[in-house]
């Protein structure tokens, strides 16, 4: 039996994390309200409010009562059961980083992203990297100094891929990223000489209020309760989940882009039902949501691309689509549809780009975040060096830094170290996948059925429910076994090999 300070201990430490969630989820409405439906002259305010909840967190984070509420709790965790523990160690860790950046720095970075933000936005439509530059100067400059605050043993980078993926290092990924590169540009090249696949039809002219009804569809056929996510509108597609019952997908519609926004909406689709999964008694607690970014980029790409793009999942949709553009698609069929979506070329965006290429670009943002925080790299010479890369990687040339380096918000969103979780997402991915054939024969047969309740309820139980109960690395070795990107580069291989019909 638990002594009475530890029970109430406990007790404290749930109405801390009942106040932090809350926090959470007013500054998480605020910044999706900011990136959906405010008028674009607003982030004056918006950034006073954001200073302010995030002053109120910082206090509740690193305060006297937090920091006495854990050392009695750390004193006496052999005695907590498993999901308190793990929210002792969560907060621990939090209070630990954040005690160790003033105050003045933590808020005055929480109104620069919020800034930031909006400046991104218009220069990216603008096609104007000398407005967003300064702000990036600073955002840059900040990770680098949080960095240190973060982790001091450990280099600046890898301190800040462990705040999305845990135990990540570039050691690591190095290695992974070598290793893929090494069967992904040889089999792009075979790709590349064979007999190219028409996807002409796709950039048809496509309403977009159509669009907008294919996307409820979309979240109807993904089996997404309706009455707890919502979809709007935005620049860059993400997804917010403020708790099990509250989570808000985005997408972008463009007239003669049929796939992009259907596959955002898959994609997002994909972390809305991780978060929706996580059982309710992580709600409001320290352990809410889904563990790491690389394990949440698993679950996105999972339904994007080894479903969403699958034989079997197309010949169920692709009738329902025809049906809502009966003129565009009229002498189109579930296989040339099929092999459109699929097709792989080099190509300017990382989010409409194919499974076989997206991790290349992924490669890009890569070695361009490690040079901006190791100092090698200077934010006004950011273009010239992604725009080199993507000749490099990609053997294209970028016409413009709408289409090149201000393409994608994160970085206006302070997300340094996220990137990478996109291909450690689509390699956790293919192994789930592999686990899950050998667990689940007639899979396909349920899928080309329509029905991904097998595949939704094998993801429930082995990832969902834990929300962010176990660390990334025991969460998929658990689920898995160890981690091993070979099934990503056999998937891929398997795939592309098929798909072009290539000769051995």
Same mark, same amino acid.
């Given at each position: 039996?638990?002594?009475?300070?530890?029970?109430?201990?406990? @007790?404290?430490?749930?109405?801390?994390?009942?106040?932090?969630?809350?926090?959470?989820? @007013?500054?998480?409405?605020?910044? /999706? #309200?900011? +990136?959906? *439906?405010?008028?674009?002259?607003?982030?004056? &305010?918006?950034?006073?409010?954001?200073?302010?909840?995030? &002053?109120?967190?910082?206090?509740?984070?690193?305060?006297?009562?937090?920091? *006495?509420?854990?050392?009695? $709790?750390?004193?006496?965790?052999?005695?907590?059961?498993?999901?308190?523990a793990?929210?002792?160690?969560?907060?621990?860790?939090?209070?630990?980083?954040?005690?160790?950046?003033? *105050?003045?720095?933590?808020?005055?970075y929480?109104?620069?992203?919020?800034?930031?933000?909006?400046?991104?936005?218009?220069?990216?439509?603008?096609?104007?990297?000398a407005?967003?530059?300064?702000?990036?100067?600073?955002?840059?400059?900040?990770?680098?100094?949080?960095? &240190?605050?973060?982790?001091? #043993?450990?280099?600046?980078?890898d301190?800040?891929?462990?705040?999305?993926?845990?135990?990540?290092?570039?050691?690591?990924?190095?290695?992974?990223?070598?290793?893929?590169?090494?069967?992904?540009?040889?089999?792009?090249?075979?790709?590349?000489?064979?007999?190219?696949?028409?996807d002409?039809?796709?950039?048809?002219?496509?309403?977009?209020?159509?669009?907008?009804?294919?996307? #409820?569809?979309?979240?109807?056929? $993904?089996?997404?309760?309706?009455?707890?996510?919502?979809?709007?509108?935005?620049?860059?597609?993400?997804?917010?989940?403020?708790?099990?019952?509250?989570?808000?997908?985005?997408?972008?519609?463009?007239?003669?882009?049929?796939?992009?926004?259907?596959?955002s909406?898959?994609?997002?689709?994909?972390?809305?039902i991780?978060? +929706?999964?996580?059982?309710?008694?992580?709600?409001?607690?320290?352990?809410?949501?889904?563990?790491s970014?690389?394990?949440?980029?698993?679950?996105?790409?999972?339904?994007?691309?080894?479903?969403?793009?699958?034989?079997?999942?197309?010949?169920?949709?692709?009738?329902?689509?025809?049906?809502?553009?009966?003129?565009?698609?009229a002498?189109?069929?579930?296989?040339?549809?099929?092999?459109?979506?699929?097709?792989?070329?080099?190509? !300017?965006?990382?989010?409409?780009?194919?499974?076989?290429? /997206?991790?290349?670009?992924?490669?890009?943002?890569?070695?361009?975040?490690?040079?901006?925080i190791?100092?090698?790299?200077?934010?006004?010479?950011?273009?010239? @060096?992604?725009?080199?890369?993507?000749?490099?990687?990609?053997?294209?040339?970028?016409?413009?830094?709408?289409?090149?380096?201000?393409?994608?918000?994160?970085?206006?969103?302070?997300?340094?170290?996220?990137?990478?979780? /996109?291909?450690?997402?689509?390699? /956790?991915?293919?192994?789930?996948?592999?686990?899950?054939?050998?667990e689940?024969?007639? !899979?396909?047969?349920?899928?080309?059925?329509?029905?991904l @309740?097998?595949?939704?309820?094998?993801?429930?139980?082995?990832?969902?429910?834990?929300?962010?109960?176990?660390?990334?690395?025991e +969460?998929?070795?658990?689920?898995?076994?160890?981690?091993?990107?070979?099934?990503?580069?056999?998937?891929?291989?398997?795939?592309?090999?098929?798909?072009?019909?290539?000769?051995?």
């Amino acid at each position: 039996m638990m002594d009475q300070s530890v029970t109430e201990a406990v @007790a404290k430490l749930r109405e801390l994390e009942e106040k932090r969630a809350a926090l959470y989820h @007013a500054m998480g409405v605020v910044n /999706y #309200d900011a +990136l959906t *439906a405010a008028p674009k002259d607003t982030a004056e &305010g918006r950034g006073r409010t954001m200073g302010v909840l995030s &002053g109120m967190e910082y206090e509740l984070t690193t305060g006297a009562e937090t920091v *006495a509420v854990l050392d009695v $709790l750390m004193a006496h965790i052999a005695e907590l059961d498993e999901q308190t523990a793990r929210e002792v160690q969560l907060m621990k860790k939090a209070n630990e980083q954040i005690s160790r950046i003033p *105050a003045e720095e933590y808020t005055a970075y929480s109104v620069l992203v919020n800034d930031a933000q909006s400046v991104w936005q218009r220069a990216k439509n603008e096609n104007d990297f000398a407005a967003f530059e300064p702000y990036l100067e600073k955002i840059v400059a900040y990770n680098r100094t949080f960095a &240190g605050y973060y982790n001091p #043993d450990m280099k600046p980078y890898d301190a800040l891929l462990n705040e999305y993926e845990e135990g990540m290092t570039m050691e690591v990924l190095d290695g992974f990223f070598e290793n893929l590169r090494a069967v992904i540009v040889p089999l792009l090249r075979r790709v590349m000489a064979a007999p190219a696949i028409d996807d002409s039809f796709l950039h048809r002219s496509y309403p977009i209020e159509k669009q907008r009804v294919l996307s #409820d569809m979309l979240m109807e056929v $993904l089996g997404i309760d309706r009455s707890h996510c919502s979809i709007g509108e935005t620049e860059h597609p993400f997804t917010d989940g403020f708790n099990n019952k509250d989570v808000r997908i985005t997408t972008h519609y463009h007239e003669h882009e049929l796939a992009s926004s259907m596959y955002s909406v898959i994609h997002e689709g994909g972390h809305a039902i991780y978060e +929706l999964g996580c059982e309710d008694r992580f709600n409001y607690t320290a352990a809410a949501g889904g563990v790491s970014m690389g394990i949440h980029e698993s679950q996105s790409r999972f339904f994007e691309n080894i479903i969403g793009r699958s034989r079997a999942f197309i010949g169920f949709l692709f009738p329902k689509i025809r049906e809502m553009f009966p003129e565009q698609l009229a002498d189109v069929d579930a296989e040339m549809f099929y092999r459109a979506v699929n097709k792989a070329e080099p190509s !300017l965006i990382r989010t409409e780009s194919d499974e076989l290429t /997206y991790a290349l670009h992924i490669m890009v943002r890569y070695e361009i975040e490690k040079r901006l925080i190791d100092g090698s790299l200077a934010v006004h010479d950011l273009p010239a @060096a992604w725009n080199a890369l993507y000749r490099e990687y990609l053997g294209i040339d970028v016409p413009d830094d709408r289409s090149g380096c201000l393409q994608d918000s994160h970085w206006s969103g302070g997300a340094i170290g996220y990137f990478p979780s /996109y291909a450690l997402g689509s390699a /956790y991915g293919a192994q789930m996948l592999h686990c899950m054939e050998a667990e689940l024969p007639g !899979l396909w047969e349920q899928v080309a059925a329509g029905n991904l @309740a097998p595949v939704k309820e094998w993801l429930r139980e082995h990832i969902h429910r834990y929300a962010s109960l176990y660390a990334p690395g025991e +969460l998929f070795e658990r689920a898995c076994g160890k981690f091993d990107a070979a099934h990503f580069a056999a998937y891929l291989t398997d795939k592309y090999t098929a798909l072009y019909g290539l000769k051995d």
